[in-house]
C-alpha cells in the first residue's frame, strides 16, 4: 500500500500507456539537437507577478508568470516546473543508452540497455517482428475451444505481456482481475498472494457508468477505438464490430461490480482472508487452480481479496458470455498490450484514442523519449546505475539526509505538541515515526537482471523477456521475508513515496533536483519544495489510511477511541474543504473531498512541517526568517513562494477532468491555493487578514 507525492505520475502512465511512432526522420533530427541537456528551472523572485495579491490567489501570484511563459507542448498533457527536470532526466538517460549501444562486445547491463535502446529505435524492425509476435500471441486464444481453457491463456497473458499485478489505486489494469504478491495486512513481515479487480481498459469504472453527456460521446469514441484496433490487427469490419460491442458490454459489467475509488481507501474493506476454495467458489466458472499452477506461483498459507463483490459478477460474465465473445475480450487485451510496440500505425491508433481522446493530447512523445521510457519502465535499476553517476553526488545525499533529519524532528514536535491527542496515543505515534525507515536517491543493492534476455533486433521479445522476468521476480517474493530495502520507484522517476505496510519514505534521485532541491540552493528553497515533500510522506504515515498502520506495519487499532474521533472531525474538516465544484472544467465537474482526503492531509501536513523544521533551523542559527533579503523578499515569504513554484503547471482540460475521477491527488492549483489558506505561517508571511480569500475560515488541520 503506497501513497506518492504525484509530482508526474500522470506522466509516466502516459508515457507508459500511449505511444508510438512519428516518422523515423523526425527522431534523427531530434538525434542532432539532443546533444546539451536543457536548463533546469529553478525559483526565481522576478517570477513573482506583483501585479496580483498574494493574499487573494497565491497560485497566480506565483505561477502567473511562470504559466504564460511555457505554453503546453503539443505532445504533453501537462507541463509544470518539473517538466525541465524530466527533460534533463531523459536526457542523461538517453546519453547513458546511446553510450551503451555503441560499445562493441558490451558485457552485462551494458549490452541489456544498449540492445534493448537499439531494438526500441529500429522502427522497421519492430513493426515486422512485432506483427509476428503478435499472430503468435493471438493463435491461442483463436484456439480455445472450451471455457475450461481461458484460465491456460490468462495465466500466460499475466506472465508476459499483461502482467497482471500492474495497476494503479482503483483498478488492476489486467485482463480479468490482478493477481499478485501482497503483504498481509495484520502480519506485514507476511508475504501472501493477493486477487483484485481488474478488467477495464479505461482508467476507473466511472468511465463506463457516468451518464453525462461527454462520458457517453466518450464511449461511443472508446467503441470506434476498438473497432480500428481489431481491424489494425486483421480482422475485418464486421467481425471487428463484433468483437467491440462484446469488448464494451464484458468491460461495462466488470465496471459495474468494481469498488468505488473512496470505499479503496479503507484498507479493512480491502482485506478478506480466503482459502482457494473460497475463491474457487466465488468464481465456479473460471479453473483458478489451473492458473494459479500455470502462473507458477508458490502455494502461500492463505489469500487475500481485496474485492468480494467483484469475484461473482467476474463469473457472471465466464458463464453467460459466449466462448466468442470471451475470446474478444481477450484478444482486445492481447492487441491492446502490444500496441505500442509493434507498427506504427498500431501504436498511432493507441495514441489518438488513450492520449488525444482521453487525455486531449495532439501528439505523441518523440520515438526516443518513449524508448528511455521504455528502457526506465523495463530495465530501471540497470540503468538508473547511471543516472546516479551523472545526477546525485554524495554532496545531494548528505543535505537530503539533513533535510530528512529536520522534518523528522518538526513532526515529532508536533505530535507533542498537538492538543487533540493524549498522551498513550502520542507514544505510539512516536514509536511509529521513530521506526520509520527512510530512502534515498537509489537502492543499496541493486536488481540482477543477469536473467533477462535482451537481443538488439526485436523490441516486443524484449518487452516480453523483461516482463517475465518482473512477474516471476514478484511471485517468488510470496511465503519469503519482505524485503524493506526494495524500491518501488525507479532512481530518476520525479516522484516519492510512502510504503505504509513498510513503514518507509522513499525519494528517488531523479525529485532530489532542481527545482526541488540543490545543495546549492537556499535552506528557505529547499525547505519550502523538498521539505514539504518530505514532510508529505511522512505525514501519510499519519493519514486517514497510515494511521490505521503500526510502526511495524501491521494495520492495528493503536488509538483510543477519544483520539480516533478527534482525528476523524479534523479529517472530516479538509474532505469537507477539498469538495467543490470545478466551473471552468465543466457544468457538474466536482471534486471529491473524501478520495483525496490522503493526500491533502499530507500536503497540509506537509508543508507545516516543514516550516517547522526551518524555524527550529533559524532559531538554531539565531537568525529571523523575517528579515528582507537581497531580491526583497524574507526567508519565511521564499519558502512559500518556493513551494508554491515546485507546483505551477498548466494542464489541459480533458486531463484535469481525468485527474479529477482517477488520481488521489488534488489540482495542483488547490495544492498550493487550499494548502496555504489552511496555514497561519502563510498568513504572517504575506500579511493576510481574516476574510481575504487565502485565509480559511474555518482552517482545517490535522497534523
Ligand atoms: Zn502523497
Same mark, same amino acid.
Given at each position: 500500500m503506497q501513497n506518492g507525492i504525484g509530482r508526474m505520475g500522470w506522466l509516466v502512465l502516459l508515457v507508459a500507456s500511449v505511444g508510438v511512432s512519428q516518422c523515423a526522420a523526425q527522431d534523427v533530427a531530434q538525434k542532432s539537437v539532443a546533444g546539451a541537456p536543457p536548463k533546469l528551472d529553478r525559483f526565481e523572485a522576478s517570477m513573482l507577478d506583483k501585479s496580483i495579491s498574494p493574499c487573494v490567489d497565491f497560485y497566480a501570484y506565483s505561477c502567473s508568470k511562470w504559466q504564460a511563459a511555457h505554453p503546453i507542448p503539443s505532445d504533453m498533457s501537462s507541463v509544470g516546473t518539473w517538466t525541465p527536470l524530466y527533460l534533463w532526466n531523459q536526457t542523461?538517460?538517453?546519453?547513458?543508452?546511446?553510450?551503451?549501444?555503441?560499445?562493441?562486445?558490451?558485457?552485462?547491463?551494458?549490452?541489456?540497455?544498449?540492445?534493448?535502446?537499439?531494438?526500441?529505435?529500429?522502427?522497421?524492425?519492430?513493426?515486422?517482428?512485432?506483427?509476428?509476435?503478435?499472430?503468435?500471441a493471438l493463435k491461442p486464444v483463436d484456439a480455445i475451444k472450451d471455457k475450461k481453457e481461458l484460465a491456460g491463456v490468462l495465466a500466460q497473458l499475466h506472465g508476459g505481456i499483461a502482467? +497482471?499485478?500492474?495497476?494503479?489505486?482503483?483498478?488492476?489494469?489486467? =485482463?480479468? $482481475?490482478?493477481?499478485?504478491? &501482497?503483504? !498481509?495486512?495484520?502480519?506485514?513481515?507476511?508475504?501472501?498472494?493477493?486477487?483484485?479487480?481488474?478488467?477495464?481498459?479505461?482508467?476507473?469504472?466511472?468511465?463506463?457508468?457516468?451518464?453525462?453527456?461527454?462520458?457517453?460521446?466518450?464511449?461511443?469514441?472508446?467503441?470506434?477505438?476498438?473497432?480500428?484496433?481489431?481491424?489494425?490487427?486483421?480482422?475485418?469490419?464486421e467481425r471487428a464490430a463484433t468483437e467491440a460491442a462484446a469488448v464494451m458490454e464484458i468491460e461495462s459489467a466488470l465496471a459495474k461490480a468494481q469498488m468505488n475509488g473512496?470505499?479503496?481507501?479503507?484498507?479493512?474493506?480491502?482485506?478478506?482472508?480466503?482459502?482457494?476454495?473460497?475463491?474457487?467458489?466465488?468464481?465456479?466458472?473460471?479453473?483458478? +487452480?489451473?492458473?494459479?499452477?500455470?502462473?507458477?506461483?508458490?502455494? =502461500?498459507? $492463505?489469500?487475500?481479496?481485496? &474485492?468480494? !463483490?467483484?469475484?461473482?459478477?467476474?463469473?457472471?460474465?465466464?458463464?453467460?458470455?459466449?466462448?466468442?465473445?470471451?475470446?474478444?475480450?481477450?484478444?482486445?487485451?492481447?492487441?491492446?498490450?502490444?500496441?505500442?510496440?509493434?507498427?506504427?500505425?498500431?501504436?498511432?491508433?493507441?495514441?489518438?484514442?488513450?492520449?488525444?481522446?482521453?487525455?486531449?493530447?495532439?501528439?505523441?512523445?518523440?520515438?526516443?523519449?518513449?524508448?528511455?521510457?521504455?528502457?526506465?519502465?523495463?530495465?530501471?535499476?540497470?540503468l538508473g546505475q547511471e543516472y546516479v553517476k551523472i545526477a546525485f553526488p554524495p554532496e545531494s545525499k548528505a543535505k537530503a539526509l539533513e533535510l530528512t533529519n529536520g522534518l523528522r524532528e518538526a513532526l515529532k514536535q508536533d505530535i507533542g505538541e498537538v492538543d487533540w491527542m493524549t498522551a498513550a496515543t502520542k507514544k505510539q505515534a512516536v514509536e511509529k515515526l521513530d521506526a520509520m525507515i527512510e530512502k534515498i536517491g537509489y537502492p543499496d543493492k541493486w536488481r540482477d537482471y543477469s536473467s533477462v534476455k535482451i537481443v538488439p533486433d526485436n523490441y516486443l521479445a524484449n518487452v516480453v523477456s523483461a516482463?517475465?522476468?518482473?512477474?516471476?521476480?514478484?511471485?517468488?517474493?510470496?511465503?519469503?521475508?519482505?524485503?524493506?530495502?526494495?524500491?518501488?520507484?525507479?532512481?530518476?522517476?520525479?516522484?516519492?513515496?510512502n510504503d505504509m505496510q513498510n513503514n518507509s519514505i522513499n525519494f528517488p534521485a531523479g525529485i532530489l533536483q532542481l527545482p526541488y532541491f540543490s545543495p546549492t540552493q537556499s535552506d528557505a528553497e529547499n525547505y519550502g519544495s523538498m521539505g514539504a515533500t518530505i514532510g508529505h510522506e511522512m505525514t501519510h504515515g499519519f493519514d486517514d489510511q497510515g494511521r490505521k498502520f503500526d510502526a511495524k506495519g501491521d494495520l492495528r487499532d493503536w488509538w483510543t477511541e477519544a483520539d480516533a474521533k478527534a482525528y476523524e472531525e479534523r479529517g472530516a474538516c479538509l474532505a469537507a474543504e477539498y469538495t467543490h465544484p470545478v466551473p471552468e472544467l465543466g457544468p457538474g465537474v466536482k471534486t471529491d473531498g473524501k478520495r483525496t482526503q490522503g493526500e491533502d492531509t499530507a500536503?497540509?501536513?506537509?508543508?507545516?512541517?516543514?516550516?517547522?523544521?526551518?524555524?527550529?533551523?533559524?532559531?538554531?542559527?539565531?537568525?529571523?526568517?523575517?528579515?528582507?533579503?537581497?531580491?526583497?523578499?524574507?526567508?519565511?515569504?521564499?519558502?512559500?513562494?518556493?513551494?508554491?513554484?515546485?507546483?505551477?503547471?498548466?494542464?489541459?482540460?480533458?486531463?484535469?477532468?481525468?485527474?479529477?475521477?482517477?488520481?488521489?491527488?488534488?489540482?495542483?492549483?488547490?495544492?498550493?491555493?487550499?494548502?496555504?489558506?489552511?496555514?497561519?505561517?502563510?498568513?504572517?508571511?504575506?500579511?493576510?487578514?481574516?476574510?481575504?480569500?487565502?485565509?480559511?475560515?474555518?482552517?482545517?488541520?490535522?497534523?
Open positions: 542523461i538517460l538517453r546519453e547513458a543508452l546511446e553510450k551503451a549501444a555503441e560499445t562493441p562486445d558490451a558485457k552485462g547491463t551494458e549490452q541489456q540497455v544498449g540492445d534493448f535502446w537499439k531494438s526500441c529505435m529500429n522502427v522497421d524492425e519492430r513493426a515486422a517482428k512485432g506483427m509476428q509476435w503478435l499472430a503468435e502482467p +497482471a499485478f500492474e495497476g494503479d489505486d482503483n483498478q488492476t489494469s489486467a =485482463p480479468m $482481475f490482478g493477481f499478485g504478491p &501482497t503483504q !498481509d495486512l495484520i502480519d506485514s513481515s507476511k508475504v501472501v498472494a493477493g486477487f483484485d479487480q481488474g478488467g477495464l481498459s479505461l482508467a476507473s469504472r466511472d468511465y463506463y457508468l457516468n451518464e453525462d453527456e461527454a462520458s457517453k460521446k466518450l464511449r461511443e469514441d472508446y467503441r470506434k477505438h476498438l473497432v480500428r484496433m481489431f481491424g489494425l490487427a486483421g480482422d475485418g469490419a473512496v470505499d479503496r481507501r479503507d484498507p479493512v474493506k480491502t482485506y478478506h482472508k480466503q482459502s482457494l476454495a473460497q475463491i474457487q467458489a466465488a468464481l465456479p466458472d473460471f479453473d483458478m +487452480a489451473e492458473y494459479l499452477k500455470l502462473s507458477g506461483s508458490p502455494v =502461500p498459507p $492463505f489469500y487475500i481479496v481485496a &474485492t468480494l !463483490d467483484f469475484f461473482p459478477a467476474l463469473d457472471e460474465q465466464i458463464k453467460t458470455r459466449s466462448l466468442d465473445e470471451l475470446k474478444s475480450y481477450l484478444r482486445w487485451w492481447t492487441i491492446k498490450s502490444a500496441a505500442n510496440k509493434t507498427t506504427p500505425e498500431l501504436e498511432q491508433a493507441n495514441f489518438d484514442f488513450f492520449g488525444t481522446t482521453l487525455r486531449g493530447v495532439p501528439k505523441m512523445l518523440p520515438q526516443w523519449r518513449r524508448c528511455v521510457g521504455s528502457a526506465d519502465a523495463h530495465l530501471g535499476e540497470a516482463n517475465v522476468f518482473e512477474v516471476h521476480r514478484e511471485l517468488n517474493k510470496i511465503n519469503r521475508p519482505v524485503d524493506k530495502q526494495e524500491w518501488m520507484m525507479t532512481p530518476p522517476t520525479i516522484n516519492a513515496y500536503d497540509n501536513g506537509g508543508i507545516h512541517l516543514a516550516m517547522m523544521a526551518l524555524e527550529n533551523l533559524y532559531k538554531a542559527r539565531g537568525k529571523s526568517l523575517d528579515t528582507p533579503e537581497e531580491d526583497g523578499l524574507t526567508a519565511r515569504q521564499r519558502f512559500y513562494a518556493s513551494y508554491a513554484f515546485s507546483w505551477c503547471e498548466s494542464a489541459r482540460p480533458d486531463q484535469e477532468r481525468m485527474q479529477i475521477t482517477t488520481d488521489p491527488h488534488s489540482l495542483n492549483r488547490y495544492r498550493v491555493n487550499t494548502v496555504l489558506s489552511n496555514q497561519a505561517g502563510f498568513a504572517k508571511a504575506f500579511g493576510c487578514k481574516a476574510g481575504q480569500p487565502m485565509v480559511a475560515e474555518p482552517a482545517c488541520r490535522v497534523w
